[in-house]
């Protein structure tokens, strides 16, 4: 369990949490003095949310780390990414819908570009658009290895994920990605004897891919890395007593929704809007919303400050179709900072804004954003303790000791 | 390690950072509402890297513990001490430039003054002066005994450092010194029946002493403390990927610095100014400079506000030396408070000064002082979290997870 002394004070209630989380929301300025993104988007219906509820900065890991999108979301569903480390291949499976169960071994892959001696030309087959991937990852599937089940599905573009199914399978696996050009894929080699026979079949597997591939110009090679299994990460619902929904557009968030037990909502669109929407649709089957808006940290990691600030705005222009549910709890905040000055995630810590209004000891701040928030009630805290937080304000704890 | 997670996660990068400790920095105020020492100074080269950069307050060891200058230096350096205890006698060893191997055992001494009957006088020998103790350490040097190698050193005045090298040394012995006048010193009792040979040489070395110093009237006698071993700390650069330096003009942070593998810089001197160009001399050849000013604390501890304000003053004025050579990173914070008011180390927080121009999040404080550190954006954290962070705003880390 995330929280060892957590279950045992858990109360049923009929109370809702949504977590909100705008991927990369923290920002930095672009010049000395200067507004971070966030503070300079226009938002009147987070900045109402500021003035009635409370607000912090987090530190998704730990100071001065600078998380990957798997790590900062286990985070904010209250598993000390530390301790419950999650291979990318995992992820990535997950995200776009191919099942891991126990014993199966995942690994994220990159269709890449060979000459004709079979190096490396582009690592990722000159970004090949979905449309051309798609057919290769469908004979991708048609691939047959004795004793085992493989299934592949396409990711985005250049890349795909791929499961292996079946007895022994262990994942200690090098990356077959060299990370430079000119030189060929590496084979995929043992870190532990007891992986040889994985790492053999894994081998077959490329092989026969090559083969399936040799008749294209761009996509005629391919990598693979990040070899994993299904962590077995305690389930949220035993965690926290909730009923958690995912709304996102993105597969990755599903993916790391899925190991943790949520339920992913189908819906169609992909504005903040949309996903409001799909909201309110399963707003009677689940008291937890975990809703994720990708596009601030696509904005953040384009450089794109006015960009990430858009975006911001219409998600404050969105939330009314949120609020109107009456969410007994409503936590808006990201999973790490991605400031358009750096262009990439960083380690600063992440604005975080908790409204509830049965519980709320409101601080003086007015305002959603960096400085505002250092100045909160909630004060710099670990992301890792939003779930207890969300509990209690939702009246879902009892309490401790007598 | 001290952080598991960081030494995976190290980018090679030509940035570099500086560690400016000012020993015993925080203070407290004189009268009520009254400033404190760093409040009455009058700083502006701090006060304008307060506006351009991050303040916050550290916590040294723990809530309300006070530490010695060893733990509160380790802390700095990311060494939890409470996980890694250094004896006082290694510490005050390598401080006066003596070579703790591992297996070798160390003690601090004090000359004493005893009266006929043997017993303690003056634990301290009249704290006679540095001029008339040097010959005596000169005379304890020429000891000889069987099957082990002994080394002194004077520290200062009335304190020398002795290590014994040898076969099976342990260094589980009580201190002699009884912490009381009227009695004699005590034997150096063993705490392990595995110690009972160590302790039968340090037994037969004080013998030899009390005979060496017996025709002294002021340090006819002396007592031992704190017999301990090389700690064995991972090495500063294997944590961090830094090559490091130390520039300090007492022996204890020399020392402390060696512990954890710092090359300790000599230089002329012993003002701010004097340490600042030993930094310059040596810029090329390290990526990490500690920089120790020993003379806050001092004045601290001699009750003397308006000298430990002067002193940071002076700090101030030599900073353009250290500006020059435009640090990537620059923390100015203490080891631990020592407020005059109190004549002593404390427990109180520590105030904390980042700037890095590339990658700070500036908060709204314009001053360098323990207020508005409270209210600046890196809020109240544990000083152990120092060198994460420095690492990050260095841009020397790399993402965790996917």
Request: aromatic share 8%.
């Amino acid at each position: 369990m995330p929280f060892d002394y957590l279950p045992h004070l858990l109360i049923k209630s009929k109370s809702k949490i949504v977590l909100l989380v705008m991927d990369g929301l923290g920002g930095l300025p672009m010049e000395a003095n200067g507004p971070t993104e966030l503070e300079h988007a226009h938002s009147p219906n987070l900045d109402r949310l500021a003035s009635q509820g409370m607000l912090g900065v987090t530190t998704p890991v730990r100071p001065g780390i600078t998380p990957g999108s798997g790590p900062a979301h286990l985070a904010l569903f209250g598993y000390d990414p530390i301790k419950y480390e999650i291979g990318r291949g995992v992820l990535e499976s997950v995200g776009v819908g191919l099942h891991v169960g126990p014993g199966d071994v995942a690994a994220r892959g990159n269709f890449c570009t060979l000459d004709r001696n079979g190096k490396i030309v582009d690592r990722r087959a000159g970004r090949i658009p979905s449309e051309e991937s798609d057919p290769l990852v469908e004979r991708l599937k048609k691939i047959v290895l004795p004793g085992v089940v493989t299934d592949v599905r396409q990711v985005k573009e250049y890349r795909f994920a791929v499961v292996m199914r079946g007895e022994n399978l262990v994942p200690e696996i090098e990356d077959t990605d060299p990370q430079e050009t000119g030189v060929p894929p590496l084979d995929p080699e043992p870190r532990t004897p007891s992986a040889q026979h994985t790492a053999d079949l894994f081998k077959q597997w490329i092989s026969q891919a090559q083969q399936v591939l040799a008749d294209n110009t761009k996509a005629n090679g391919l990598t693979l890395r990040g070899f994993a299994s299904d962590p077995n990460l305690p389930r949220f619902e035993d965690s926290y007593g909730l009923h958690p929904a995912c709304i996102s557009v993105y597969p990755m968030y599903k993916g790391v929704s899925r190991l943790v037990g949520m339920d992913v909502i189908d819906f169609d669109g992909e504005t903040p809007e949309d996903e409001f929407k799909a909201v309110a649709r399963v707003w009677e089957d689940y008291d937890f919303f975990f809703v994720h808006i990708k596009k601030t940290d696509s904005k953040g990691e384009d450089g794109d400050f006015e960009g990430k600030a858009k975006v911001i705005e219409g998600v404050d222009t969105a939330l009314p179709h949120l609020l109107e549910l009456k969410p007994d709890v409503l936590i808006v905040t990201g999973d790490h900072s991605t400031p358009a000055r750096l262009r990439t995630h960083s380690w600063h810590p992440v604005p975080f804004l908790l409204w509830a209004p049965a519980t709320i000891r409101p601080d003086d701040q007015t305002r959603f954003g960096e400085r505002a928030c250092v100045h909160g009630a909630l004060g710099n805290f670990s992301a890792h303790d939003t779930m207890p937080l969300a509990l209690a304000h939702a009246q879902r704890l009892e309490k401790f000791g007598a």
